[in-house]
C-alpha cells in the first residue's frame, strides 16, 4: 500500500481513502443485512454499482476528509470503513463507521472513530463531532461513548428517530 494513501494509522489498524478497487468489499459489506440494520441504507445493486459510488464519492475533494478504508495492519485485511462527513444541512460534521459483522466486538470501530476524532479536530479544526445511531443501535452508541461523545437529542431523520450524540473540541477522545 502506498504510503501516501495512507489517512491515519493506529496500533492495529491503517485508514486510507476509499477508492474503486475497494468496489467489491462496499458491495459485500453492504449486502449483509445486520451490518446495514440500523443505516436507513439499501444494499448495492451489484459491484458495479458500488465501483460507481466510489467514483462519485466527492468529499476527499471537497472537504479533505471523508469515510476511509478500514485496513488491518496485520494482513492488510478490508475491515470496513470509518470516518467523516460534513452535512451542509444541518451544518454538522458527523463520526460514521461500518465494518464486516466478523470484525465487530473487537474494538476496531473504537480504535478507527477515535483516531478518526482526532485528526478531525486537530487537523480540520471542527468544533463539534456528531453520531447519528438509531435508538435501538446500542452496540454504535457505546462504541461514541467510548470515544467521548455525550447524548444531545433525539431527531427525526429520513423519518427515522436517531440518537444525537456530540464532542466538542475541548473534550478529549479515550
Given at each position: 500500500m502506498n504510503a501516501e494513501n495512507i489517512i491515519l494509522e493506529t496500533p492495529r489498524l491503517l485508514l486510507r481513502e476509499m477508492t474503486t478497487r475497494d468496489a467489491e468489499q462496499a458491495y459485500l459489506l453492504n449486502l449483509d443485512p445486520e451490518v446495514i440494520r440500523y443505516t436507513g441504507d439499501k444494499p448495492f445493486d451489484s459491484i458495479e454499482t458500488a465501483r460507481r459510488f466510489?467514483?462519485?464519492?466527492?468529499?476527499?475533494?471537497?472537504?479533505?476528509?471523508?469515510?476511509?478504508?478500514?485496513?488491518?495492519?496485520?494482513?492488510?485485511?478490508?475491515?470496513?470503513?470509518?470516518?467523516?462527513?460534513?452535512?451542509?444541512?444541518?451544518?454538522?460534521y458527523d463520526i460514521g463507521f461500518r465494518l464486516f459483522r466478523e470484525y465487530w466486538n473487537r474494538g476496531y470501530a473504537t480504535e478507527a472513530a477515535t483516531a478518526s476524532l482526532r485528526l478531525g479536530f486537530e487537523k480540520f479544526h471542527m468544533?463539534?463531532?456528531?453520531?447519528?445511531?438509531?435508538?435501538?443501535?446500542?452496540?454504535?452508541?457505546?462504541?461514541?461513548?467510548?470515544?467521548?461523545?455525550?447524548?444531545?437529542?433525539?431527531?427525526?431523520?429520513?423519518?427515522d428517530e436517531v440518537d444525537i450524540y456530540?464532542?466538542?473540541?475541548a473534550d478529549t477522545c479515550t
Open positions: 466510489l467514483e462519485q464519492y466527492d468529499h476527499y475533494k471537497r472537504y479533505g476528509f471523508g469515510r476511509w478504508a478500514v485496513i488491518r495492519k496485520e494482513d492488510g485485511m478490508f475491515l470496513g470503513w470509518c470516518g467523516l462527513k460534513y452535512s451542509p444541512d444541518p451544518g454538522e468544533p463539534v463531532i456528531t453520531g447519528h445511531v438509531m435508538p435501538a443501535n446500542t452496540a454504535s452508541s457505546r462504541v461514541l461513548v467510548k470515544c467521548g461523545l455525550t447524548y444531545r437529542e433525539k431527531r427525526m431523520e429520513h423519518d456530540e464532542i466538542r473540541h
